[in-house]
C-alpha cells in the first residue's frame, strides 16, 4: 500500500479559505473511506472530517467545522478534498489524511489503515 500524499496547507489569516487535496495511490480508492484528522501542539489527534466509500459518499464532521469545512471525493483521480472556509486561529494544526476499508465509526482513528504524513495549516488572528 503507498502513503496518502497531503497537499494545500500553509499560513492565512482568520476568515480566510485553504483546500487540502490527498492524493491515495491504491489499486481501488473507492473502496476506502477517506477521513482528515489534525493535530495540534501538545494535543492528542482528533477527527475532522470523513466521507464513506459509497456511490453515495455520506459525509461526517466533528461538531466544530460544521458548516465552514466540506470533505469531497474524486474516484477517479484517487483525491479526497477538504474544503475550510472562514478558518479560525484555533483550526490551527497539522491536518492528515487516512484511508481506511475497516467498518466502524469514521471519528475512530483505528479504523484507519494508512495515514499520510500531514500538512501544516496555520490560521493567524
Known amino acids: 500500500q503507498v502513503q496518502p500524499v497531503e497537499s494545500g496547507g500553509g499560513l492565512v489569516q482568520a476568515g480566510a479559505s485553504l483546500r487540502l487535496s490527498c492524493a491515495a495511490s491504491?489499486?481501488?480508492?473507492?473502496?476506502?473511506?477517506m477521513g482528515w484528522f489534525r493535530q495540534a501542539p501538545g494535543k492528542e489527534r482528533e477527527f475532522v472530517a470523513a466521507?464513506?466509500?459509497?456511490?453515495?459518499?455520506?459525509?461526517y464532521y466533528t461538531d466544530s467545522v460544521k458548516g465552514r469545512f466540506t470533505i469531497s471525493r474524486d474516484n477517479a483521480k484517487n483525491t479526497v478534498y477538504l474544503q475550510m472556509n472562514s478558518l479560525k486561529p484555533e483550526d490551527t494544526a497539522v491536518y492528515y489524511c487516512?484511508?481506511?476499508?475497516?467498518?466502524?465509526?469514521?471519528?475512530?482513528?483505528?479504523?484507519?489503515?494508512?495515514w499520510g504524513q500531514g500538512t501544516q495549516v496555520t490560521v493567524s488572528s
Open positions: 487516512a484511508a481506511g476499508v475497516v467498518p466502524g465509526k469514521p471519528e475512530n482513528l483505528k479504523n484507519y489503515d494508512l
Open positions: 491504491v489499486r481501488t480508492f473507492s473502496r476506502y473511506r
Open positions: 466521507i464513506s466509500w459509497t456511490g453515495g459518499g455520506n459525509t
